[in-house]
């Protein structure tokens, strides 16, 4: 049994800071941290692997200062790391990105059969929810997005049940491995490392794969391979209205004068649910 | 299977960093525990780093390590209400190559020295909290245990650089708990703020700093001093008291600070800046008399843990480097002559120490705390006083200056007496020889 779990490295956005003068952020003296919701995705992986022996890999598209998070994934319990790092995936989007991590995804799979591939819901410094999603789709597998969590796994049967949440509630699903799942947040709780973890994480040799190493379409990756384009970035204008206070003697009064408000705000509204009677 | 190292180092502040470097460059395996996330997340300081030591560790460290401005100007401020009296000095001799103090940020200093002990080939494990020092039949110190499940780990000495509450020693019996009046509390803000303002408010260009000592009213009579430094894009403001006159007093630290900002000849410095950090730390200010037992069978304790701190000259991180140094060479010694990590022979530390500044300085100021802890004038009758009479003096109103000088005296005489102002002046001189 093989999982690897993707894993993205993020400022810190708890610790991020506007600078006083030029109102731009300032990533300076942020830390780094392992995406929080891939930290849920991870745990559920040990988990896994508690109960049936498998191997966790941790997967991780950066740049160098990168193996600091997976270095901290080691120390929580994961088997192995691998770094794909190479000056030529820089400026990859969603899409790019997924494609690169599948080529990893595909190395890996050639030392060892991967059955499920855990991926955080989405990240905290893009949170567009679509790497997982997109690995998924290239590689075939099961897609289990936004789960709370994993009843069973049974290797003989290759079979999974999941819970999931879903608008109107939850959905039990059982599907058929291999599988990718992102877990939702608060599911579980990150365990604390054991000693052993930690000394393993301190002396792991961190495995490092470029573009080539992966054999992976260089006009797919970086730039080239984002056709994602950012034209414009901007802050939220504060909103310009007050809030109101609607007064009246009795609540029947505090109803039609709230009703009122809103009619004379929205005159088309009004009439339609008027001649809606 | 317990993992078993030459040296354990717990501690990543100035004292350990520099134990762990040392043993680590001469080849010696070697293991830091640290429980803050990463090496300075848990150290405040606020600092200024004296160069010479970290020289002498790591001499090539300017290279890369990230100070903030190197110090060309000292102030001594006396505070009064809405004054203050003191002494500058500035020079340009101070532009060198290799300046000789710096303001930091200590977090910044001791992520990079982490970088340069991983180099050097220590192991290097943070979150992780030592909770016990293991011990053997015979009482000697073989080990460690942490917070972490399996976390017994062996080595042939420990070295306790964990700060200056010492929890390890003071749990393992080695330490007493430090008196109220050893210890002061001090709270400091990083404000951020354009480093234009910095250099038109200051007078600098460059990496120039200034470094503004204060001591006066605003601690309201406790025994404390403030400070305010120059960092690339941020001041550093910050006030401490010892913790028995916070305890018997009604002043919060945090209100001090407060009073400290607005006060009408230091608000005028901070305007506009913005206020990016918080923290508060104790600082040992015991002295020479508050030192612990520094060595025993198979351990020794290093920094703020064994009370090295020079109250009188503001130094403490550099007593820190050089005992963790000192810890550090008497291990490497001891190895090389194949000798045991015994009391006896550990002994070696503290005739290190005894032979260098730190002992030398804590011995000459060991009456220092004490006259200072029961002579609270110092800190708010005299600046008062002083300023009173600088007023005076420069105003110029018609009045004699003879009738000045004679109304200064009697402000003098009135508040100290003629014989309490010679007693002052001689407790002065025995606080200092």
Redesign the interface.
């Known amino acids: 049994m093989h999982i690897v779990v993707c894993i993205k490295q993020v400022p810190d956005s708890a610790q991020i ?1 506007i ?3 030029t109102n731009t952020i300032m990533r300076q ?1 942020v ?1 780094a941290i392992i995406n929080p919701y891939d930290l849920f995705s991870l745990e559920e992986a040990l988990r896994i692997r508690d109960q049936t022996g498998a191997r966790v890999t941790v997967l991780c598209m950066g740049p160098p200062m990168a193996e600091q998070a997976l270095r901290k994934a080691l ?1 929580l319990g994961a088997t192995d790391a691998v770094l794909l790092t190479d000056r030529k995936f820089a400026g990859s989007d969603t899409l790019a990105t997924s494609f690169a991590l599948v080529s990893a995804i595909n190395k890996l799979s050639a030392e060892e059969p991967v059955d499920m591939v855990f991926c955080g819901k989405q990240t905290v410094d893009g949170d567009t929810a679509q790497v997982g999603p997109g690995i998924s789709t290239r590689l075939g597998l099961q897609q289990l997005t936004y789960i709370e969590k994993v009843e069973s796994v049974d290797l003989e049967k290759r079979e999974i049940t999941v819970h999931r949440r879903s608008e109107g509630g939850v959905q039990v699903l059982k599907t058929s491995l291999p599988c990718m799942i992102t877990m939702l947040e608060n599911t579980n709780t990150m365990r ?5 973890d ?2 393993r994480a ?2 792991y040799k961190l495995n490092l794969w470029s573009k080539d190493d992966t054999n992976c379409d260089e006009t797919k990756v970086g730039l080239k391979g984002s056709p994602t384009v950012v034209s414009k970035v901007f802050v939220p204008k504060p909103r310009a209205e007050k809030s109101k206070f609607i007064e009246g003697d009795t609540p029947e009064a505090q109803a039609q004068a709230a009703i009122d408000t809103i009619f004379g705000a929205q005159p088309k509204l009004a009439e339609d649910l008027m001649s809606a009677r | 299977m317990v993992e078993k190292f030459d040296a354990i180092v717990i501690g990543a502040g100035p004292s350990g960093n520099a134990a762990t470097y040392t043993l680590a460059k001469a080849g010696l395996n070697v293991l830091q525990l640290e429980r803050g996330e990463y090496p300075g997340a848990k150290n405040v300081q606020g600092g200024i780093m004296y160069a010479a030591e970290l020289e002498r560790i790591i001499p090539d460290f300017r290279e890369d390590c990230p100070t903030e401005r190197h110090i060309i100007e000292q102030r001594i401020w006396l505070l009064g209400d809405d004054s203050y009296i003191g002494t500058n000095y500035r020079s340009d001799a101070f532009n060198t190559d290799k300046p000789n103090r710096y303001t930091i940020i200590r977090a910044n200093i001791d992520k990079w020295w982490g970088e340069k002990i991983r180099e050097a080939g220590a192991l290097q494990i943070c979150e992780t909290t030592v909770t016990e020092l293991i011990r053997n039949e015979s009482g000697r110190v073989i080990g460690v245990r942490t917070d972490r499940v399996g976390g017994e780990i062996h080595a042939d000495v420990v070295i306790m650089a964990d700060g200056v509450n010492a929890l390890l020693a003071k749990r393992g019996g080695l330490q007493k708990e430090v008196a109220p009046e050893n210890v002061a509390l001090a709270v400091k803000e990083i404000m951020f703020i354009d480093p234009a303002m910095i250099e038109q408010r200051f007078g600098l260009k460059d990496e120039e700093g200034v470094v503004i000592e204060i001591m006066g009213k605003v601690t309201k009579g406790m025994v404390g001093t403030a400070f305010l430094y120059t960092n690339k894009e941020s001041l550093t403001i910050g006030i401490g008291c010892l913790i028995s006159d916070f305890k018997s007093g009604d002043c919060t630290p945090y209100k001090m600070l407060e009073d400290l900002k607005k006060h009408p000849v230091i608000a005028p410095l901070i305007e506009g800046a913005e206020m990016k950090e918080y923290a508060a730390h104790m600082i040992p200010e015991g002295g020479y008399k508050a030192v612990p037992q520094l060595f025993g069978d198979g351990w020794m304790v290093v920094g703020d843990a064994a009370h090295f701190n020079n109250a009188a000259h503001r130094e403490g991180s550099n007593l820190a480097m050089a005992s963790g140094r000192m810890a550090a060479e008497t291990v490497i010694e001891m190895k090389k002559a194949g000798k045991a990590m015994s009391a006896a022979n550990l002994a070696t530390y503290k005739a290190k120490l005894d032979d260098s500044f730190i002992m030398k300085d804590l011995k000459k100021y060991r009456n220092l705390p004490g006259i200072m802890h029961e002579n609270k004038q110092f800190f708010g009758a005299y600046p008062d006083l002083l300023n009173a009479a600088a007023h005076n003096l420069f105003t110029v109103d018609s009045v004699d200056k003879k009738t000045k000088e004679n109304e200064i005296m009697k402000s003098f005489v009135k508040k100290r007496s003629p014989f309490g102002l010679v007693g002052d002046a001689f407790k002065l001189m025995r606080a200092f020889r």
């Open positions: 800071r600078h006083p003068v003296g830390p120390s604390f490392g054991t000693m052993d930690m000394f301190a002396r």
